[in-house]
């Protein structure tokens, strides 16, 4: 199975609300990704996150990693209709690669 | 310019035919990796280069080659095209580290195999 697993696979806002996604992997991790993808092009880097931090912000995307229950969450505040894309986790696993998650879909209706 | 580019963009073939696709990078990243992505799912690693003279295979390489011709290109071939090898194929690229730093990725090259 993947290493990371994005939880939920899809979710459906309104504009203005926020949007909390989240991922858990099974090993241990140097750093832990995020990207966004809109559809059917190239993924877009978002935000890294060290295994000695427990949160970074970048903008209005707020993400947070919990080592000990191999868990890590991406949150968007005051989602935008331009926010509406595929997110995915990425872990760094041995030989200094990324394992990508299987994504969450996010719609904001506007 | 973008800074990551594929070609070709789509592209179609037929059952058993060769083909190449190809990924060039101005970003100057000694790092370069091949990845699929299936309709639904995640990306999954093809192979992968950490400089000009070093090839590696991930977790998805068989039917697939590749060939690290400079530190700007980085070609991916299907020696023998099937139907299930139809998917979207990413190039990116990184930073030399000891960790993974962030991915710079291509637009993709649409693959169908009829």
């Known amino acids: 199975s993947q290493q990371g697993e994005e939880d939920p696979q899809a979710l459906s806002i309104q504009e203005g609300e926020n949007a909390t996604m989240n991922c858990s992997y099974k090993t241990s991790i140097n750093n832990l990704q995020w990207y966004r993808q809109n559809s059917g092009r190239g993924l877009v880097h978002l935000i890294l996150?060290?295994?000695?931090?427990r949160e970074k912000h970048s903008g209005r995307l707020r993400v947070t990693l919990d080592t000990s229950k191999k868990s890590s969450s991406l949150l968007i505040t005051a989602s935008r209709a331009a926010d509406t894309a595929s997110y995915f986790c990425?872990?760094?696993?041995?030989?200094?690669?990324?394992?990508f998650g299987e994504g969450t879909q996010l719609t904001v209706n506007p | 310019d973008a800074d990551v580019t594929q070609t070709p963009r789509n592209r179609i073939t037929k059952t058993g035919k060769r083909i190449m696709l190809e990924c060039s990078q101005t970003k100057g990243h000694d790092r370069m990796y091949w990845y699929r992505q299936d309709p639904g799912l995640g990306l999954r690693l093809i192979y992968y280069?950490?400089?000009?003279?070093?090839?590696n295979k991930g977790e998805i390489s068989d039917g697939y080659s590749v060939s690290r011709q400079a530190q700007a290109k980085f070609s991916l071939s299907l020696e023998s095209a099937i139907p299930n090898q139809t998917a979207l194929y990413f190039c990116?690229?990184?930073?030399?580290?000891?960790?993974?730093?962030?991915?710079?990725f291509g637009p993709g090259t649409r693959l169908t195999v009829t």
């Open positions: 996150i060290r295994s000695n931090e």
């Open positions: 280069s950490f400089d000009v003279k070093d090839i």
């Open positions: 990116a690229t990184s930073a030399s580290g000891t960790f993974a730093y962030e991915q710079y």
């Open positions: 990425a872990t760094e696993t041995s030989g200094s690669r990324l394992t």
